[in-house]
């Protein structure tokens, strides 16, 4: 199965796998399918983005990808992923398996971020602005 496009691009988004692999060694596929969430899930996730719309903090909804299957062995890892809407994200206790997706260096600043960077995959190089909490967190989860 082939990578669908975003239906704001015409190009597939790329794919960022936290684990062993080299790039030429993750695969993805993408559902036609958009993930239909329960009513209870729905209305959860327009009130969080209500939530944020009203403390005045960047409200905008989009599009995520959501895990539907994977498989690894030594030769790379194979993901299925399935487009989700963005919100579901904010929806406490179940982010319907989502999983961090877009384009690369297509990020726009908004009103809460002016400006972004790439940060290096090795967590021993991020730059000082990371702080201390950061790093340490990002080494826990990756244990």
Do not use: N
């Not at 961090?100 to 790439?118: L, M, S």
């Amino acid at each position: 199965m082939s990578a669908q496009p975003d239906p704001v691009s015409s190009e597939p988004p790329e794919v960022l796998a936290r684990g062993p692999w080299r790039l030429d060694q993750v695969k993805a596929s993408w559902r036609t399918e958009e993930f239909e969430p329960s009513a209870k899930h729905t209305q959860a996730a327009d009130a969080a983005i209500d939530g944020l719309r009203e403390r005045g903090s960047p409200s905008h909804d989009g599009v995520a990808a959501r895990l539907v299957d994977f498989r690894a062995d030594a030769d790379g890892i194979a993901i299925e992923l399935q487009p989700l809407r963005w919100a579901l994200r904010l929806v406490a206790g179940d982010a319907s398996r989502s999983i961090a997706a877009g384009e690369e260096d297509k990020v726009t600043p908004d009103e809460e971020h002016d400006e972004f960077a790439w940060w290096p995959r090795e967590i021993d190089d991020w730059p000082p602005e990371a702080g201390e909490a950061l790093p340490r967190m990002a080494r826990w989860l990756g244990e």
